[in-house]
């Protein structure tokens, strides 16, 4: 127990939390499950907190097995089902897709057995990881991943691929999805970054609500069919770990947990978010999981969440196993349960539920404790309409995978792809033509998904994705084969960690690009998810640089493609290579949509969500504090503090030229309690229609904790056709500009403000 003590003394929000809340009170009474609820024993509401994976009941089953092809093993089924009163199921089995029809008959033999032979008949709730497109079925549409959405900077189209999610995934039976990420990608080390927004705070609020809205709906009625519960993971302040490593600790003091991390939560919380998975890690000494603080205190009573709150994959276990928090296993679920976990996701075995009815039965953890959290699932799965409809049919969803959900994803991805670098107008290259097509992510659709494609790592891609085309194959698509030669030079070797890769014949590429006009070099990393993915060096690999080097060497002008989940270090080949093209992990049509721009049958729009290092010791973000660029002073002291980066957030060119002007404020004051009204024209100065997005920055010149640099304050993307001028409008209160003060308050502060669009600015006055 010492180890509890000790958690329980570093209190972050003790002072914080309203004392007159009360998380259970204010979870919604819904007559039929209060109903349903009073008739349960104490057994039948613990399974209902208990969440196993699919491969525990299946014919074959072991932790990581099922035999094929897929069958569910009905005394295992009622094992779990009946025996223990199992709540949930997730995942798929053997880490691979199914089809529609698969989906269907499993989910409704589960159902079957949940509602016709228990007791009380309460349907199991099915989730599922569909972060990108319904992740575990064949046939599903595959949107870039969160990072390349956040490239768009659109809010249309990350609505509308959550839609589509949501759509595709009730197609499969399945109404629970383990998403969107709200973590914040502030650390390019981190392996889970590209399934993030990005480094923005304001950004990840607004597309996580985005994502929110287009799984449950405007006014989140999860029982429509077509919806799915959103999830918001991981819950809190996971992404940012010391050693940039997965689920490794933390150390993120309260003002910027509230600052950075707390906001985006908040903001898909009000817009209606039925559940929130738990980040796996470790802050300050105490593991997320285990932390009253911040799973009651702050969010249950703090923010109101009245919703589900599940655990990630064996993260009860791991408070003993791993971080030694808790002297047995039952001690860990005892920390747990009583820091506000909802249901555990378990996921292998039923201890859980034999040492939660001993820890009740013992008064260690209390009945309204369980009553609680149960409450918060069936409310959900109540609200889901399970109890009338357990399972829907793939039958009643004929847009699956149809030519309108494939155009939606199209054209989020080729809105993601961001041109970095285009000297001499390289691009667009004529049709015309020949070129060297080279580099490991060339011929791959592995390395164009990333992980969470048909399988956990995403290395089952080719079983799935026959159908559409690689970089190569849309490039020899679009000029004909006769005008590309394709030399790998490098290939990732699968059979080693999933981002090895290994030379196959550099001096064969370099000879092969005698006779082209252009070298398109598609780099980058292969496919790789949570803890595989942690790397030791943010390099570029040793092999791809050595590729580029040799190839630099033949005076052909080359275009470097970038595919990969996090910034790697390019400063050593940027100056050897015309143009850039960054794709980060654009799905099943980043072939297509890379070609179409490499071609100029589209114009670039995508913005960069983060900044990209220069430096593998220098990783900053845009809104840094001012004592985070000092300017070097050459002839005096040559110290290397300068803000070093290889490309800002928000970057991004363009075919065609944008001119902003008359940038104007309503007012030269903004009052409390009022508004500030902005406004700048925008003008397409070139001659190629083209869509830019427009970033409004402020900056707070002076407050009682050092202020950042500048905060992204809200964006705006519009289309205009040559000459065209259109002015876009933003509105500012004072909320927009508070910030956490040192007592972890959120406060505006009166002074001085500086509005930045572009290149211009103007000042306004904070007064109360």
């Not at 989730?127 to 497109?133: K, T």
């Not at 060297?436 to 048909?454: D, Q």
Request: hydrophobic residues 40%; aromatic residues 10%; contains cysteine.
């Amino acid at each position: 127990m010492k180890q509890f003590v000790f958690a329980v003394l570093i209190v972050f929000w003790a002072c914080q939390a309203p004392k007159n809340k009360d998380a259970a009170a204010m979870v919604e009474r819904i007559p039929e499950v209060e109903a349903l609820l009073a008739k349960m024993t104490l057994e039948e509401k613990v399974g209902q907190m208990a969440q196993v994976t699919l491969d525990v009941i299946t014919v074959g089953a072991n932790q990581f097995h099922s035999d094929e092809p897929l069958q569910l093993d009905m005394d295992l089924v009622r094992k779990a089902l009946v025996e223990y009163h199992v709540g949930s199921i997730l995942n798929t089995a053997n880490n691979r897709a199914r089809t529609v029809e698969t989906w269907h008959e499993v989910i409704s033999q589960l159902q079957e057995v949940a509602t016709k032979e228990t007791r009380l008949g309460i349907p199991i709730i099915y989730g599922v990881d569909a972060i990108h497109g319904t992740t575990y079925t064949a046939g599903a549409t595959f949107f870039p991943q969160q990072i390349g959405q956040a490239a768009t900077f659109n809010r249309q189209l990350v609505r509308k691929g959550g839609e589509i999610t949501a759509y595709e995934t009730r197609a499969s039976g399945i109404p629970w999805n383990f998403s969107p990420v709200l973590d914040m990608g502030r650390d390019p080390r981190f392996p889970r970054m590209w399934e993030t927004f990005g480094e923005d705070v304001y950004l990840t609020s607004q597309l996580g609500i985005e994502l929110v809205k287009g799984y449950e709906g405007d006014n989140n009625d999860i029982s429509d069919p077509t919806r799915v519960a959103a999830c918001l993971k991981h819950y809190l302040g996971y992404s940012v770990p010391v050693s940039g490593k997965d689920r490794t600790p933390a150390l993120i003091p309260e003002i910027e947990l509230r600052e950075r991390h707390l906001p985006a939560f908040k903001a898909a919380i009000d817009a209606g978010a039925h559940s929130v998975m738990v980040n796996s890690g470790i802050i300050n000494g105490v593991p997320v999981h285990a932390s009253y603080e911040l799973l009651t205190k702050l969010l249950k009573e703090e923010l109101g969440f009245t919703g589900l709150v599940v655990t990630d994959w064996k993260d009860i276990e791991n408070l003993h196993d791993r971080d030694k928090v808790a002297t047995s296993q039952k001690e860990a679920v005892k920390l747990a349960i009583n820091a506000g976990i909802d249901m555990s996701m378990i996921p292998y075995n039923f201890d859980f539920c034999n040492y939660l009815v001993e820890l009740v039965n013992e008064g260690e953890v209390s009945i309204s404790r369980i009553d609680d959290a149960v409450r918060r699932i069936l409310n959900m799965k109540f609200k889901l309409g399970l109890f009338e409809h357990p399972v829907t049919h793939y039958n009643d969803y004929p847009l699956f995978g149809s030519e309108e959900f494939v155009q939606a994803a199209y054209q989020t991805a080729v809105e993601s792809v961001t041109l970095l670098k285009n000297e001499g107008n390289v691009l667009p290259l004529k049709k015309n033509a020949r070129v060297l097509v080279t580099g490991p992510n060339a011929n791959s659709m592995r390395a164009l998904n990333g992980g969470w494609s048909y399988s956990w790592q995403g290395e089952k891609v080719h079983e799935f994705s026959q159908a559409y085309a690689t970089i190569l194959k849309a490039i020899e698509d679009k000029i004909g084969k006769g005008s590309v030669v394709f030399h790998e030079g490098v290939r990732y070797n699968n059979d080693a960690r999933y981002w090895v890769d290994e030379v196959v014949d550099i001096q064969a590429t370099v000879k092969a690009a005698a006779g082209v006009d252009y070298i398109i070099l598609a780099l980058g990393e292969n496919s790789y998810c949570e803890k595989p993915g942690d790397l030791h060096d943010l390099s570029l690999s040793e092999n791809q640089v050595a590729l580029v080097k040799a190839l630099a060497k033949t005076g052909k002008p080359m275009i470097m493609v970038l595919n990969e989940g996090r910034p790697r270090i390019i400063r050593t080949i940027e100056p050897d290579v015309k143009a850039v093209l960054q794709s980060y992990l654009p799905g099943n049509f980043g072939g297509l949509a890379v070609a179409d721009i490499l071609f100029g049958e589209v114009n670039p729009s995508g913005k960069l969500p983060y900044t990209y290092p220069l430096f593998v010791n220098s990783l900053v973000t845009y809104d840094h504090k001012p004592s985070e660029h000092q300017a070097r002073m050459v002839g005096v002291y040559d110290y290397e503090s300068d803000f070093a980066i290889q490309y800002p957030f928000g970057f991004g060119l363009s075919y065609t030229t944008f001119e902003y002007s008359n940038l104007t404020l309503s007012s030269d004051k903004l009052q409390k309690n009022g508004k500030l009204e902005i406004s700048v024209k925008v003008k397409n100065t070139g001659d190629m229609e083209g869509k830019e997005t427009v970033l409004l920055y402020t900056s707070d010149l002076f407050a009682s904790v050092t202020p950042d640099v500048k905060r992204l304050r809200g964006f705006e993307k519009i289309n205009l056709k040559p000459g065209e001028e259109q002015t876009v409008s933003f509105s500012l209160t004072p909320e927009d500009v508070s910030f956490i003060n040192a007592q972890n308050k959120r406060v505006t502060e009166p002074g001085e403000f500086v509005v930045r669009i572009a290149e211009l600015k103007a000042e306004f006055t904070y007064v109360e």
